[in-house]
């Protein structure tokens, strides 16, 4: 398996390295966004890539893309990569990239949660609220909620959380008949997708989505979309309530990172990360393709 850890893209104007994308400018209207095989685990980037794990993000979000594009508008042109870099560069763009609109990004990640889970389950623990949002006594974790909740988070620099913010804080910053857009459609996109995961035996615990303006001030659907990374997917045979089923997505990586140690001391969680074994890189890959497999194949 071929593995791309960083792009040099010499033919366009590199614009921005994320944990998992880079995104050079194709004009002044449209950008080629790459996603390559870096992997972050608590908002950090890890020092070796998982083989082929961009591809499978970029055909899951693809997939996605087309089967909600009734919803909202999405960023994608429909603009073929591999003909917009020169020749040499074909192998960095194909299969894991897409030419997008150039949008005016909102800065808030529209969060959705339909199950009790992770930093969602912790904040009930303690307060019997998740990011504000009051919830009936006595759940329990992995609990699937009574309606899908919209809990938002401010979008942080690579290498920092992401920010819980409240329903008022969105409407602060972006006003309230966007923030209330964006709230309705992202829940509006998480039925449907949790809909269909379903028939394919896959639960979507939650998700977030990222939005944009274009220059009519239309709201658009950008970046990625119900991906691993994106998403917390469940195998719906091992499901139960009461624990969180292993997911399809970077868990190895996670569990592996809980437990290892640097100069004889677990690993702070802070840059750099520690060597990944060969066998929890494999496993990952694994799973990543596994989900792809399971949500698109007939």
Request: aromatic letters at 8%; one cysteine or more.
């Amino acid at each position: 398996m071929s593995a791309l850890y960083a792009t040099s893209i010499q033919s366009l104007p590199l614009l921005s390295k994320g944990k998992v994308r880079d995104v050079y400018a194709l004009g002044d209207d449209k950008l080629l966004m790459i996603t390559t095989d870096r992997l972050s685990a608590f908002d950090v980037v890890m020092g070796q890539p998982i083989p082929e794990k961009g591809i499978v993000l970029n055909q899951m979000a693809n997939f996605w893309f087309d089967k909600l594009a009734s919803v909202i508008p999405n960023h994608l042109t429909r603009i073929d990569p591999t003909t917009v870099v020169t020749p040499d560069e074909i192998s960095q763009v194909k299969g894991r990239a897409v030419v997008a609109k150039r949008l005016k990004p909102i800065l808030v990640e529209a969060v959705v949660r339909g199950y009790l889970a992770g930093s969602g389950w912790k904040d009930y623990k303690e307060s019997g609220q998740v990011c504000g949002i009051a919830l009936p006594p006595g759940l329990e974790n992995a609990q699937k909620l009574p309606e899908p909740i919209f809990t938002p988070a401010a979008k942080a620099d690579v290498g920092e959380h992401d920010e819980n913010i409240s329903f008022e804080k969105v409407i602060e910053i972006i006003g309230e008949k966007l923030a209330k857009q964006i709230r309705e459609v992202s829940i509006r996109l998480y039925k449907e997708a949790s809909e269909y995961a379903a028939t394919r035996g896959i639960i979507i615990a939650d998700t977030k989505f990222e939005f944009g303006l274009d220059d009519t001030g239309q709201l658009v659907l950008m970046d990625e979309i119900l991906t691993a990374d994106s998403s917390r997917f469940w195998p719906a045979e091992t499901y139960y309530v009461g624990a969180n089923p292993p997911s399809y997505d970077k868990q190895f990586v996670r569990d592996w990172l809980e437990t290892a140690q640097v100069d004889g001391k677990l690993w702070p969680k802070t840059a750099p990360a520690p060597e990944l074994p060969a066998d929890v890189i494999e496993k990952t890959a694994q799973k990543y393709r596994e989900a792809l497999t399971r949500l698109t194949q007939a």
